[in-house]
T-cell receptor, first 113, second 114 residues
Framework: GAVVSQHPSRVICKSGTSVKIECRSL??????MFWYRQFPKQSLMLMAT?????????EQGVEKDKFLINHASLTLSTLTVTSAHPEDSSFYIC?????????FGPGTRLTVL | AQSVTQPDIHITVSEGASLELRCNYS??????LFWYVQSPGQGLQLLLK??????LVQGIKGFEAEFKRSQSSFNLRKPSVHWSDAAEYFC????????????FGTGTQLKVEL
């Protein structure tokens, strides 16, 4: 149990375009999901906390208008990287909260050309 | 400041040898404690967690961890390492009653020699 999926697993886009990443809890409902960014050979950096039915809470230094988060249902949160630039290239990982434990998705590799 | 420390950035062990990965935290109270494993290009998989009770917890893949309050430690152990255990291991903590955010250690990269 506690399976989290992400789609797509890998995406390449041109600079200036927007990219949407989906995070789904497959076998449980999650009122709270999290979005992380991970740079090569580094730990995870929390970007924002996504709460179903309300606005996301962003960490300091994370641009809200650039990283749009929507948590419209109890099983789906989306992260949209708007007007992506090469510096946004990274590994994005989501997690879903179930009974005080975060369960992670497999990650999405974003490459912006 | 509250923090999680994984002192070993890299560890190399021979297949079949025992393993211990260290994790120390600095919080005023006992937090919830987690170990996750990440294979290259993958997300994180939960190995085990400690909330309360028995301080020796068993996890998946033959891993166990022991919470030692006096040392503020939560070290991960495995009696006999397999080549497939090569991965990055992250210790993480969550404050009890302090929201749901996790604070991660910097990770330990495990290499297994055949």
């Amino acid at each position: 149990g506690a399976v989290v999926s992400q789609h797509p697993s890998r995406v390449i886009c041109k600079s200036g375009t927007s990219v949407k990443i989906e995070c789904r809890s497959l076998d449980f409902q999650a009122t709270t999901m999290f979005w992380y960014r991970q740079f090569p050979k580094q730990s995870l950096m929390l970007m924002a906390t996504s709460n179903e039915g309300s606005k996301a809470t962003y960490e300091q230094g994370v641009e809200k208008d650039k990283f749009l988060i929507n948590h419209a249902s109890l099983t789906l949160s989306t992260l949209t990287v708007t007007s992506a630039h090469p510096e946004d290239s990274s590994f994005y990982i989501c997690s879903a909260l179930r009974m005080d434990t975060q369960y992670f998705g497999p990650g999405t590799r974003l490459t912006v050309l | 400041a509250q923090s999680v420390t994984q002192p070993d950035i890299h560890i190399t062990v021979s297949e079949g040898a025992s393993l211990e990965l260290r994790c120390n935290y600095s919080y005023g109270a006992t937090p919830y404690l987690f170990w996750y494993v990440q294979s290259p290009g993958q997300g994180l998989q939960l190995l085990l967690k400690y909330f309360s009770g028995d301080t020796l917890v068993q996890g998946i893949k033959g891993f166990e961890a022991e919470f030692k309050r006096s040392q503020s430690s939560f070290n991960l152990r495995k009696p006999s390492v397999h080549w497939s255990d090569a991965a990055e291991y992250f210790c993480a903590v969550k404050l009890t009653g302090g929201g749901n955010k996790l604070t991660f250690g910097t990770g330990t990269q495990l290499k297994v020699e055949l």
